[in-house]
């Protein structure tokens, strides 16, 4: 089955830029979504499509996909953007849904 | 608006059955694929079983294939999730989502309900 790698932690100071990896066999091939989930909260879809951004997802949020690797960049990081984000994709091979372990982003 | 909300979870044996439901609202549920997606306590996100939009099609991650059965009932509203011989390793928050892809390949989920807490212990 499909396996997603993520870092478990990522920090970055308030106002700089945060890079959340999702690394998989050629998973430039596979179509990435992102989620955001504070503590005792669902998850939010930030990123779908690999770079495509929901309705009411702030500008900063993006992301892009090639070759081994996915990432979910935040800009002008803020202290509320502290919070897990994990990677998601579809494995065609058994028809199922992976994600992956889940990166937590710290705001120093 | 777009509304889900799950119920049923609780403290159950091992060996032992519950059913969730979830109740939608705010979208026309019958034009929606969903899925249920669980998280164990301090772990991270995993996906259970999904379902097509007229119930007829069912998909399950193997931890849970043989002991859950994920319907729905469009005419109310309403995703389930029968979960039976339940083991320690099922405790977990579990989430029903919705997935607004046309194709299997972009399957995500933009919208999620609260979740609702599945305790197996004795």
């Known amino acids: 089955s499909y396996v997603l790698t993520q870092p478990p932690s990522v920090s970055v100071a308030p106002g700089q830029t945060a890079r959340s990896t999702c690394g998989g066999n050629?998973?430039?091939?596979?179509?990435v979504h992102w989620y955001q989930q504070k503590p005792g909260q669902a998850p939010v879809l930030v990123v779908y499509?690999?770079?495509d951004r929901p309705s009411g997802i702030p500008e900063r949020f993006s992301g892009s996909n090639s070759g081994n690797t996915a990432t979910l960049t935040i800009s002008r990081v803020e202290a509320g953007d502290e919070a897990d984000y994990y990677c998601?994709?579809?494995?065609?091979?058994?028809?199922?849904?992976?994600f992956g372990g889940g990166t937590k982003l710290t705001v120093l | 608006e777009v509304q889900l909300a799950e119920s049923g979870g609780g403290l159950v044996q091992p060996g032992g059955s519950l059913r969730l439901s979830c109740a939608a609202s705010?979208?026309?549920?019958?034009?929606?694929?969903m899925h249920w997606v669980r998280q164990a306590p301090g772990k991270g996100l995993v996906w259970v079983s999904r379902?097509?939009?007229?119930?007829?099609?069912?998909v399950y991650a193997d931890s849970v294939k043989g002991r859950f059965t994920i319907s729905r009932d469009n005419a109310k509203n309403t995703l389930y999730l029968q979960m039976d011989s339940l083991r320690p390793e099922d405790t977990a928050v579990y989430y029903c989502?919705?997935?607004?892809?046309?194709?299997?390949?972009?399957?995500?989920?933009?919208?999620w309900g609260q979740g609702t807490l599945v305790t197996v212990s004795s």
């Open positions: 989502a919705r997935d607004p892809a046309i194709a299997s390949h972009r399957t995500n989920f933009d919208y």
């Open positions: 705010g979208f026309t549920f019958s034009s929606y694929w």
């Open positions: 379902i097509d939009n007229y119930g007829s099609s069912t």
């Open positions: 050629n998973i430039g091939g596979e179509t």
């Open positions: 499509d690999d770079s």
């Open positions: 998601q994709v579809w494995d065609s091979s058994t028809n199922h849904v992976v």
